[in-house]
């Protein structure tokens, strides 16, 4: 993860170089700089949900039978709620380290988009729960060569993040698609967007737009993930604004095989 670190900080002292031209000592003064923000970031991530655990089974143990069952019930949802985040935070790490030490080796086979759409559907449920889900995969889609773990992740977290930046009672989209030479599988929602300037910079590891959302359960880390693990898997992905409507569209572009198969031609 060091490396990692060490990695991001030197992009960072790339584009300082632009803007001015800047002497040795100083170089390493910003690189030190970047590294203990991230590590500061990390540890952040790491400290809200502990602290919440901690402060949620303390208050069970020393209070246990004053406390009425839904207390009770609510003190346990958040050690679960918040363990289940430290996992996810975790897992990320762990994938990130993966993608940057080159060390990742997608299970490629060709697969029906649909299918895979509808798994990470299914375990988006609960967080989708008050947004309308608006699929639109059609059923003569040609089959593209993909790792279906590594695919599934990537929806997820576009899912997440649809989810989590735009409000209750939107819709979230996902549309797929092929241009003939390509398949391209697109997440819409109706949230605010993304500023222009930082449309690219969104997949940098721990890149946030706004500095509140350092309060919403993100990382930082899902579309760094997204945008390692569809690499590695052949395919591009990037961001947009909606033109018909505020809101973000994030579209992942997979090259189409000449010797893809159709399922609706599968026996
Ligand atoms: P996070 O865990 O913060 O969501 P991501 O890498 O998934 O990290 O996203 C990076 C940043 O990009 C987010 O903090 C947010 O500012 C912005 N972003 C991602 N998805 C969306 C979206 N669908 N709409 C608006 N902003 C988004």
Do not use: W
Request: charged share 25%; proline share 5%.
């Amino acid at each position: 993860l060091l490396d990692a670190l060490a990695d991001q900080a030197a992009l960072a002292i790339e584009r300082v170089q632009l803007v001015a031209d800047v002497d040795n000592a100083r170089l390493a003064e910003e690189a030190g700089k970047l590294r203990s923000a991230l590590l500061t970031s990390i540890s952040h991530d790491l400290k809200t949900p502990l602290a919440a655990i901690m402060g949620a089974a303390g208050t069970l143990r020393d209070y246990q039978s004053a406390l009425p069952e839904e207390d009770r019930l609510e003190l346990l949802t958040t050690v679960t709620d918040e363990s289940e985040r430290l996992n996810r935070f975790i897992a990320n790490l762990l994938d990130m380290t993966r993608i940057e030490s080159g060390s990742m080796e997608p299970n490629a086979a060709f697969h029906y988009i649909g299918d895979i759409a509808g798994s990470a559907l299914r375990r988006a449920s609960k967080i989708l729960a008050h947004h309308k889900v608006d699929v639109r995969v059609p059923a003569e889609l040609p089959m593209v060569r993909v790792d279906p773990v590594l695919f599934e992740q990537v929806l997820f977290n576009l899912l997440d993040n649809a989810a989590k930046y735009a409000p209750e009672g939107s819709i979230v989209r996902v549309q797929a698609e092929s241009t003939g030479e390509r398949v391209l599988v697109r997440v819409f929602d109706e949230g605010p967007g993304i500023p222009p300037a930082d449309l690219e910079r969104v997949f940098d590891t721990f890149y946030r737009v706004r500095k509140g959302d350092h309060v919403r359960a993100g990382t930082g880390l899902g579309l760094s993930i997204c945008r390692g693990f569809v690499e590695a898997m052949g395919g591009t992905i990037a961001a947009e604004n909606r033109t018909d409507r505020s809101g973000a569209v994030f579209t992942v572009s997979l090259p189409l095989l000449p010797d893809a198969p159709n399922l609706k031609d599968m026996p």
